[in-house]
């Protein structure tokens, strides 16, 4: 299936890493151009290094989205070389751990603003050109917002938030023809994921349990799984599809919890 993705823009925020790198690579190699805009410079530039040498087209921008300049920059740079935006994937965001119990007042502002508030901040920046191409948003939210984790407030209100913007903007973006979806991924092996179960007392007792309760197959989603089901939302196939919040997780949010 052709996607009709050639030339087409997309900015994926984290997208030299993890999910946001799968995007970045299936967004260029269906002939758009992804710019990948994350706080590491060497990390961008790794990865829109791997895509050119595969043939395709992409851009680094180097941008701590916690800082409203930042995202702002992003725009603009994207802007200043292709003179359009057909699409912004709102990616990046970290399981930063502050509890209600560990955490505190400054710290919970604090990831707010780095999972939160540069997904409002890009898509407001983004908004007029968007208008223009008649483009369309993807937030990657996460499975926390329906099943609570424990010890990570920021992050949970964060996802939780993503997903009330998917309904809300799909609702102010009718008149304008902007699709905006969220995908939710729930376990995921990327660099993020990695740090996360490293962290935990038992890492490898932990992963078998993780993935012994996914239902489809035990196993983990790939990266690349995810990338799919984005690049789909972004493309014109999915041309009425809008306000929608996708689990690609295997069933491990809903499906029934007897099953063995
Ligand atoms: P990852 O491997 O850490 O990759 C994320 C990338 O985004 C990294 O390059 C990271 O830079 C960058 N980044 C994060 N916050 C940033 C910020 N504020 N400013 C600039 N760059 C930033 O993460 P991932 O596992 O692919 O996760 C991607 C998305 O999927 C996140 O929104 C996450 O919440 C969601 N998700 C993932 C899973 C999972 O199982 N992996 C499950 C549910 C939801 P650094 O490496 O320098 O920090």
Not at 33 to 38: D, N, T
Not at 95 to 113: A, C, H, K
Request: hydrophobic letters at 40%; one cysteine or more; a neutral charge.
């Amino acid at each position: 299936m052709d996607l009709g993705l050639q030339e087409k823009v997309i900015i994926v925020t984290g997208g030299a890493k993890g999910i946001g790198e799968a995007i970045s690579k299936l967004v260029a190699a269906e002939g758009g151009i992804a710019v990948i805009a994350g706080r590491s410079t060497a990390d961008n530039e790794k990865t829109v290094n791997d895509i050119i040498a595969a043939g395709g087209r992409a851009l680094a921008i180097t941008a701590e989205l916690g800082k409203v300049e930042d995202c702002k920059k992003v725009i603009a740079e994207t802007v200043a070389k292709y003179g359009k935006i057909d699409g912004l994937v709102n990616n990046a965001g970290a399981n930063d751990g502050v509890g209600l119990e560990n955490g505190s007042p400054e710290r919970f502002m604090q990831s707010l603003q780095n999972n939160l508030s540069h997904y409002y901040n890009l898509a407001h920046f983004a908004l007029p050109y968007l208008k223009v191409t008649k483009g369309n948003i993807v937030n990657i939210g996460s499975k926390v917002a329906s099943t609570g984790q424990g010890n990570t407030s920021g992050y949970a209100a964060s996802k939780g938030a993503i997903n009330a913007l998917t309904r809300e903007w799909a609702v102010e973006m009718l008149p304008y023809s902007i699709r905006i979806n969220t995908v939710i991924p729930a376990e995921v092996w990327t660099p993020l994921y990695e740090t996360w179960i490293n962290s935990l007392p038992d890492p490898q007792e932990k992963l078998a349990s993780i993935t012994a309760k996914i239902p489809f197959e035990k196993r983990m989603t790939t990266s690349t799984e995810i990338a799919n089901t984005t690049v789909f939302l972004l493309s014109p196939r999915s041309s009425h599809t809008t306000g929608q919040i996708v689990y690609v997780d295997g069933g491990y949010t809903h499906l029934d919890r007897s099953i063995s």
